[in-house]
């Protein structure tokens, strides 16, 4: 157990210099005594609250529960305002922010007298943010997952926030449905603080970061507005002080094993694509390669168990109540999946930390020998229009698609999709490929949840609901069809998708993991002679950065500098 005098903010508080004098004056200033906070752990909790993200808006109070249970531990709490990504307002996207509050996670862990942290996150792309900066700073963590928020209502029927909105929009334009009926669905499709209460984006990852050992058990289902909630904070907050002491830390938590967890987790919770990219991330900052190949070997060996939407039937309220993660996990143990002998946040091994969970509706958290769907949710596909691999939940979308050939309808930009895809003149049927470029990690720029492209409006009225969609873009994970993603290289670096003309012949199959534009090689080289690289999108600014550091969807859209190794020296603080 670490002395005061071994804690790291000894450095800015303990000694006997002019620097530590005037630390201490300061943080007289701020209203505190001596004995609140010398010689006990300073615990930085970074809130991801603001008044425009509504997975987070709770955030605020949440902080309170966190410095309850600091304080009951024997610590110093200090709450520290970082970035918000909001996913339904920031953007283009927030995916072009996630690195930069991955920066200032480990920038504000470094550089202030802080001993451990408490991370609130859980709207998408804030989880593996601020996993990302507390693996590269390395002080001890624990991440207080925002929660999902309530079900919807609307009429008799329970809605999931993001894939319900995703049909009745195609009900809309189909005609099925009017104005008046998208008021109500207004009304009663998000009706409470928390993220989407769906298996998508924000779901998968809070779950993966429990399934990593970063929270403690069973806090990535709490939704948001239960008093459990509340009290999983405080719990968080009592935990990290236990951290800093024991000084246990994320490079001993964010081990291989524990990335092969998270992935087995993701893939047999169904969950979002866009953790794949995140989880490569992530793992690099641990100094763990991870590839995608990775996920599409265990996607192989393990059955999606979860019967959540899109892929299934119920919500994250069912799902805690069915028994959460803990409950999930004792299915995937006893597959023999698991590395049940590593450290989490919470207890010495797994094991320890699954030791009497259980499952409760086996509705909803299925039994082994009655899976969802029989291997995981996420499969991997190579061919010569995705050298480096592109990505497709097969479970959320029509069987019948999944191996297919049609030829190519080609869109180069988001918006002239969205302004042209009802044109008759297309000639677009049930049967042709919808591809869309110049929406990748450069292109987008930030690589927008573009990848569900719509469908035209008279193929809807028509009742096709799906197609095969191929991009370079992402998919919100509450989102569902054959929409082949995160194609790589993008189009904008001058990948295969840059060289397809509409009516090239395209062909997905999904069995064989296979995805190829049916021309000659002669013939693409020839397209590719011709091809010109697009101007840059940012001349100065966070941009500018972006575009000369980031890297492709394959491995994890990170930044260069940051993902790669090397050591950072710890700042002098006398």
């Known amino acids: 157990m670490k002395k005061p005098e071994e804690l790291r903010s000894h450095q800015w508080y303990g000694t006997d210099g002019l620097r530590s004098f005037s630390h201490r004056a300061r943080t007289r200033q701020l209203g505190y005594l001596p004995e609140e906070h010398l010689g006990k752990p300073v615990i930085a909790i970074l809130n991801t609250w603001s008044d425009i993200n509504p997975c987070h808006v709770h955030l605020r109070d949440r902080a309170q529960a966190v410095k309850r249970g600091v304080w009951q531990a024997g610590g110093f709490p200090l709450e520290f305002p970082v970035a918000t990504l909001s996913e339904t307002y920031q953007k283009p996207t927030p995916m072009l922010y996630r690195n930069l509050l991955a ?90 603080p928390g993220h989407c209460m769906t ?88 100094g763990v390669r991870l590839t995608l190949d990775d996920f599409d070997r265990v996607a192989r060996t393990v059955p999606v168990l979860a019967n959540l939407r899109p892929g299934g039937r119920y919500l994250m309220e069912d799902f805690h109540f069915a028994g959460g993660l803990p409950g999930f996990l004792t299915r995937l143990r006893d597959a023999g999946v698991l590395h049940l002998d590593r450290p989490t946040v919470a207890h010495g091994t797994l094991r320890e930390q699954l030791a009497g969970a259980l499952v409760h509706d086996e509705d909803v958290i299925r039994p082994l020998d009655n899976p969802l769907a029989a291997e995981g949710g996420v499969a991997v596909l190579r061919g010569n229009l995705c050298p480096d691999g592109a990505v497709i939940k097969h479970i959320a979308a029509e069987p019948r698609l999944l191996k297919h050939t049609g030829p190519a309808v080609v869109f180069d930009d988001y918006r002239t999709l969205q302004r042209t895809i009802d044109d008759p003149g297309l000639g677009i049927t049930e049967d042709s490929v919808l591809v869309l470029r110049g929406s990748g990690p450069l292109g987008g720029p930030g690589m927008p949840e573009y990848g ?123």
Not at 217 to 237: E, F, L, Q, T, Y
Request: charged share 20%; with cysteine; glycine share 12%.
């Open 452 to 574: 569900m492209l719509p469908l035209p409006g008279h193929l809807l009225r028509k009742g096709v609901r799906d197609m095969v969609r191929i991009s370079d873009a992402r998919m919100s994970g509450t989102s569902y069809g054959a929409c082949v993603l995160h194609v790589a290289p993008e189009s904008h670096v001058g990948g295969p998708l840059a060289l397809v003309r509409t009516g090239d012949p395209i062909t997905l199959d999904v069995e064989a993991r296979t995805l190829r534009l049916e021309v000659e090689d002669a013939e693409l080289e020839r397209r590719r002679a011709q091809w010109q690289a697009p101007p840059p999108r940012y001349g100065r600014g966070y941009g500018a950065l972006y575009q000369d550091q980031i890297t492709q969807a394959d491995t994890g859209c990170d930044f260069r500098f940051l993902a790669r190794p090397g050591e950072v020296p710890e700042p002098y603080a006398g």
């Open 199 to 286: 298996m998508g984006t924000a779901s998968t990852l809070t779950a993966a970061a429990e399934a990593l050992g970063m929270t403690v058990p069973g806090a990535s289902s709490i939704p948001a507005v239960d008093s459990g909630h509340d009290r999983m904070a405080a719990a968080s907050g009592m935990r990290i002080v236990g951290l800093v002491r024991e000084d246990l830390r994320p490079s001993a938590i964010l081990t291989r094993e524990a990335y092969e967890d998270a992935v087995a987790t993701v893939l047999a919770l169904g969950g979002s694509t866009n953790a794949v990219i995140h989880l490569i991330a992530m793992a690099g900052r641990s």
């Open 103 to 192: 920066m200032e996670t480990e920038e504000l862990l470094r550089s202030y007298p802080v001993d451990g942290a408490v991370l609130l996150g859980g709207c998408d792309k804030s989880t593996p943010a601020l996993l990302m900066g507390a693996a590269s700073a390395d002080l001890p963590a624990v991440f207080v997952p925002a929660g999902p928020m309530l079900p919807g209502h609307w009429r008799g029927e329970v809605l999931g926030s993001g894939t319900d909105m995703w049909k009745y929009w195609d009900d809309k334009r189909a005609g099925l449905i009017g104005d008046c009926e998208m008021a109500e669905l207004e009304s009663g499709l998000a009706r409470s």
